[in-house]
Structures are given as C-alpha cells and as structure tokens.
C-alpha cells in the first residue's frame, strides 16, 4: 500500500474521531449530572461510531464496489453493535460494584458501622472499599471514645457538684451558728472554716490544672534535675501526714538519676501519688518510693500497702473524677481526728478525685508515661521520664 494511501487513510479516521470526539465531548459536558453508567455509554458508544465512520470513510473513498462496500458497511455495523452490547454489559458490572460502594457510603454517612463490602472487579474500587472499612473503624472508635468521655465528663460534674455541696453546706452551718450567737465554741469554728475553705481552694486549683493540661496550655519550665531532690521533696511534704498513723515512706532508690523536667510539676505529680497512696493504705503499713533507670529512661514507683484495684477498673484510674466504688466524699466538718483517722489526710487533698487524672497529664506533658498494677500485698504505681540528656 503506497505511503500517500496510508496517509490519506490516517488524514481520514482522524478527523472523522475529531469530529465525533467532539459531539462525544460536548454530550458528556450536557450529562455531567447523569449516572456513571449512561457516561460510560458515551464514551464507549463514541469510540466505537469512530471507528465504523471511518472504516466505511475509507472504503467509500477507495471506490469499492456496491457489493464489496455493502459488506464492509454491514460487517462494520454488526462488529459495532456487538462491541456496544458487550461495552453495556461490563460497563454495568463496573457500575453495579460503584454502587455497592455508594451505598456503603450512604450507612457509614447514617452512622452505622461497614464491616466489609463486595469485592470490586479494579484496584481502585477495592481500595476505595478498604478505605471505607477503615474509615468506619476508625469512626467507631472515636464515637466510642466520645461516649466513654462525655459519660467522664457527667461523672466528673456530679461528683465535683457533690463535692462543693458538702463543704458548701458545712460553712452555711457554721457561719449561721457564729452569726445568731449559738456556737459554744467560736475558735473551734473558725478552725474548722479555715479547713473547708483550704479543701474548697484545692479543690478550684485542681480544677484549674487540668483544665489546663486538657486544653494543652500547661507551660513547663525544663531543666535538667535530680531526681532523688525531686523524690525527697515530696515525700518531705507529706511525711507530717503520716504523724499517728505509723506509715512509713521509705525513698530506697538511686540518688544518680537526672531528668529532665519541671521540678514544680513533676514534685505535684509525686506529691499526687503519695497522697493517694496515703489515703488507700491502711495504718501501720510502709510505702515505698523507688526510682532506676531502664531502657535509658527514668523509672519511678510508688508501693502501697492496700487492697489494690480491682482489675476492671485499673484502665479507669487516671480519668478525672474517677474513684472506684469506694468512692470517697470529703470529710464532714466535725469528723473526729485521731491516732487512726485519715481525716486530716482527706483534708489535705481535693477529694474531687482529679490526683490522678493530673498525674497523667503532668507526666504526658514531659513525654513520659504513667501505669498502675495491682502486687502482692497492695498496688503500684511507675512513672517513666526521659533522662537528662
């Protein structure tokens, strides 16, 4: 075949494809809004026309017989129509599995979990699928995890609103008896003021601290620190609550270990922990502080000598609010102190149950971890710092 015939031929399917091309083009644009499958349609519906138009083009022009150019225009049409059927079916395949995918968007936009969906017949529809699976998964869990806070959340509010009640309810009492004279003993109540009005003030300065850890504005001041300084602080600060009551806090651990950290902080942290320690352990029983490094990190653990945590309840432990259910409420106004009496332990915390919840954050905010387990004979708490570099 001469090379003018081949580029006469070319010349010809190329502008009879423009020229369908183009009607192709311009219906799509007319049927943006129209199903996939009446898309896919089109275009296989265009390319096939090219193709018949410019085979019967090219056997017109090439002066073929009325019988020879008859069989070409019906071979082209038949090959046309066929390749049409067989375009509508796959192509409704294709579509079928879309929209298998569309209704699985549909039930994960309603809020119901996609646990799977049909296999798709391309890579890219599969992978869209998988995506939709997960993207469920995902969406699960953080619902799950938005349920388990709000209901933290309505704990913490009525525990908080409890809690302010009672001391609430104290003061009232007490400032009406000074007032209309009835009070045999005045120094004895303002004593007794001055202590609900310091559990009422830590109680505020705790919220105020988690509110902080919670919207990420705690500031830390970072500084390379001794650890047993640190360790020997809080236990100092503590030790005058243990008067009476034979508890012993023992700081048996390595005096070498530097962190790097907010010495104010993390001393709260520690001083968090001994308090609750204090308050869950029964009189005449030690607790233990010890501290060592492993893995290149700072590790240190606070041993009390209580009944330990019931084991569905130890993944609870550090939400604000949280206190088990022995649940403490503060201290009345006039309980009785004595040798045995945790009172003036009670008093000296918030009582709102947010200890915890503020040790998580101080030592997440120092991009360390905090974990609790139940030992023989009591339960453990284990704080782990990055060292000083």
């Known amino acids: 075949m001469p090379l003018s015939d081949i580029a006469d031929v070319a010349l010809i ?14 219906l799509l644009l007319v049927m943006r809004r129209a199903s996939l499958f009446m898309q896919l349609c089109v275009v296989v519906l265009a390319v096939t026309v090219s193709a018949v138009s410019s085979m019967i083009t090219v056997a017109d022009a090439m002066y073929l017989s009325a019988h020879d150019l008859t069989v070409a225009v019906a071979v082209a049409s038949i090959a046309g129509v066929v390749s049409l059927a067989l375009a509508a079916l796959l192509g409704w395949m294709i579509v079928r599995n879309s929209r298998t995918l569309s209704a699985a968007t549909r039930r994960l936009g309603a809020g119901e979990r996609v646990d799977g969906v049909s296999r798709p017949f391309s890579a890219e529809l599969a992978a869209l699928g998988a995506e939709l699976v997960s993207a469920s998964t995902r969406l699960a869990e953080a619902q799950a995890q938005t349920a388990q806070l709000e209901a933290s959340r309505r704990e913490l509010v009525a525990w908080i609103s409890h809690d302010l009640r009672t001391p609430l309810a104290g003061l009232r009492a007490m400032s009406e008896s000074l007032e209309d004279g009835l009070a045999d003993d005045p120094q004895r109540y303002y004593r007794q003021i001055r202590t609900q009005v310091d559990q009422l003030s830590r109680m505020v300065d705790d919220l105020f601290e988690l509110s902080k850890i919670d919207s990420g504005t705690l500031q830390l001041t970072l500084e390379d620190v001794s650890l047993y300084d640190i360790v020997s602080d809080a236990v100092a600060d503590v030790q005058p609550l243990t008067a009476g009551r034979t508890i012993g806090v023992a700081s048996v651990f390595r005096r070498d270990i ?18 609750n320690a204090l308050q869950h352990t029964p009189a005449r029983t030690p607790i233990t502080v010890s501290a060592d490094v492993f893995d290149g990190r700072a590790s240190v653990s606070v041993t009390d000598g209580g009944a330990g945590i019931p084991e569905t309840d130890l993944a609870r432990v550090f939400e604000p609010g949280w206190r088990g259910a022995d649940a403490r409420t503060p201290t009345a106004a006039f309980a009785p102190a004595g040798p045995d009496s945790t009172t003036d332990i009670h008093q000296q915390s918030s009582g709102a149950g947010l200890g915890l919840a503020i040790v998580r954050g101080i030592i997440e905010a120092h991009h360390g971890t905090v974990s609790v387990q139940n030992v023989p004979g009591g339960c453990r708490f284990e704080l782990s710092l990055p060292t000083a570099s």
């Open 13 to 26: 399917a190329l502008i009879t494809t423009l020229i369908i091309g183009g009607v192709a083009a311009a």
């Open 258 to 275: 530097a962190v790097r950290a907010d010495a104010r902080e993390l001393s709260r942290a520690l001083t968090n922990l001994l308090m």
